[in-house]
């Protein structure tokens, strides 16, 4: 491309050149004849020719160095909110109409108040710092020893919670809030109740630790040792959330220097990929005789660095964090209203296909030939799904289907299923009709349950295909309580009016 052009360039230069030569000749002449006719004329046309002889060059060089230049890719990116709030703003926006088409009023208002609460917790909420780690690792003693630091007139009483008076132990959570000089927003220190301990008791605490460990900004994970394998997997849980962590290294007034350097160490190489290196701090929040004060200060430094340059980021985070939460509730919420009305929408034709075949008995349960029933079953279902489709289109699926339910024997399957059930319940000249239609309403529920699957991904029968799906609607729907329940249930439905 480049060499197309300079090529081009040459050709203009010479095309150029040729006429300037050509010009040049014709005002050679005139110049001659009105030098003898008048000398001023003549003057005056020189000066004239080389103005423009001086314009013309400096304009050439001016295009050939802007045509020679390579042209710069126009871009066709589409431009992103680059600020993590606005992508925040804009999750919840969605998160918001997405909750509007709840159909349930109580379940739609509950959702729409905690979206409008986390929508106002972008502008006006405190940054929360979660202590999270075992009991024993010495959470609430780093958390008094930093508001001693910080001292009393800059920070609250604990709000909630309580600690065991003999072991010193968190049982439910305690907040505690600072207001620090340079901060906008004040910061909520939260004490959690310990993980990883035993009973019942301990297994709630633990579940407790981790929402409020969801609910944090910045999360300080407390060690007074090597990390243990459970707590090694409870950080990497934390680190899947996309929580910013940092982990302190508590008690180190127990340990010999060799011993403390030999811990850090270890705890480094384990955390790599994890946490930076400067979020490994270690401190002693309650020391003994060793040392005469707390040894806090690297932590608190470290803390007001990062809420300093990520406070608002962080809080955008876990804002876009709650609201994706929020979202899956909406969504699971409406799949299952979805999924509500269409069994109900099931239920209702797989009985009239049952009423049909049963009130005109054909040679065979023949699908295809009540493909026009199930054709507006799946019109039905898609329009529950928001999927609007006609009624050709409807029965070309419900036949595609039922040659499905065919070829991989599930029509024999039920029959078999039904025939031996309905010989020892039904009259010997009803028999045939009623295997015929608690059949087909058989084969209609497994194929509506199908559909569900099939409108619920998107009109599309995933990975393994319509086989697939059918087979696995095939294999819930044999269970020995259902086609029992179920037997029953077409007894009233099916059986009952063929035998008045």
């Known amino acids: 491309m480049l060499r197309m052009r300079w090529i081009l360039i040459a050709v203009a230069v010479l095309l150029t050149l040729g006429l300037a030569s050509s010009l040049f000749d014709s ?47 126009k871009s066709t990116q589409i431009r992103l909110p680059t600020e993590k709030s606005a992508v925040a ?37 405190d940054f929360t710092v979660v202590f999270f780690g075992t009991g024993s690792a010495g959470k609430t003693s780093l958390i008094n020893a930093i508001l001693q630091e910080i001292g009393g007139s800059d920070a609250t009483q604990p709000q909630g919670g309580r600690v065991g008076a003999a072991m010193g132990i968190t049982i439910h959570e305690q907040t505690y809030r600072l207001s620090l000089e340079g901060f906008d927003r004040d910061i909520v220190l939260v004490d959690t109740p310990g993980i990883l301990e035993a009973g019942a008791a301990g297994a709630q605490r633990e579940q407790q630790a981790k929402q ?28 899947e959330m996309g929580k910013r962590l940092l982990v302190v ?47 806090i200060l690297p932590l608190l430094e470290r803390m007001a660095t990062v809420l300093r340059a990520e406070g608002e980021n962080l809080i955008a985070d876990n804002i876009l964090l709650q609201s994706q939460r929020l979202g899956q509730e909406a969504r699971q919420m409406i799949d299952q ?20 075949v049963a009130a005109t008995p054909l040679p065979l349960v023949d699908l295809v030939a009540t493909a026009a029933i199930n054709a507006q079953m799946v019109v039905e279902l898609g329009r529950v799904y928001g999927c609007e489709m006609n009624l050709d289109r409807g029965k070309e699926l419900a036949i595609s289907l039922a040659k499905t339910l065919v070829s991989l024997g599930v029509v024999r399957g039920a029959i078999e299923i039904f025939s031996i059930a309905l010989q020892t319940n039904v009259g010997t000249f009803l028999v045939g009709r009623a295997i015929q239609g608690v059949t087909a309403a058989y084969l209609t529920r497994i194929a509506g349950k199908s559909f569900i699957e099939y409108f619920r991904q998107n009109q599309t029968w995933g990975d393994g295909g319509m086989t697939e799906v059918v087979q696995e609607q095939f294999r819930l729907n044999r269970r020995d309580d259902f086609v029992k329940a179920f037997l029953q249930e077409a007894l009233d439905r099916v059986v009952k009016p063929l035998d008045r």
């Open 27 to 73: 005002l050679q002449r005139l110049y001659f004849g009105l030098a003898v006719l008048s000398p001023l004329l003549a003057s005056l046309l020189l000066v004239v020719l080389v103005g423009a002889l001086i314009a013309g060059i400096a304009a050439l060089v001016y295009y050939l160095l802007i045509f020679g230049r390579p042209v710069k890719p």
């Open 89 to 125: 703003e804009q999750s919840l926006r969605a998160v918001q109409q997405q909750v509007s088409h709840i159909q349930d009023e109580v379940a739609r208002k509950a959702l729409l108040e905690r979206s409008e609460a986390i929508a106002q917790s972008l502008e006006q909420r």
């Open 212 to 239: 409020w460990a969801t609910d944090a900004d910045l999360l300080i994970f407390v060690l007074d040792n090597d990390l243990r394998q459970s707590e090694y997997q409870a950080l990497q849980i934390l680190t």
């Open 249 to 295: 290294f508590n008690k180190i007034d127990c340990y010999l220097e060799s011993e403390r350097q030999q811990i850090l160490a270890a705890l480094d190489r384990r955390l790599q990929g994890m946490i930076l290196a400067d979020d490994l701090i270690a401190v002693a929040a309650n020391p003994h005789l060793t040392m005469p004060y707390p040894e």
């Open 337 to 356: 209203e979805r999924q509500h009305q269409a069994e109900k929408i099931v239920d209702r034709f797989q009985w009239i296909g049952a009423g049909v």
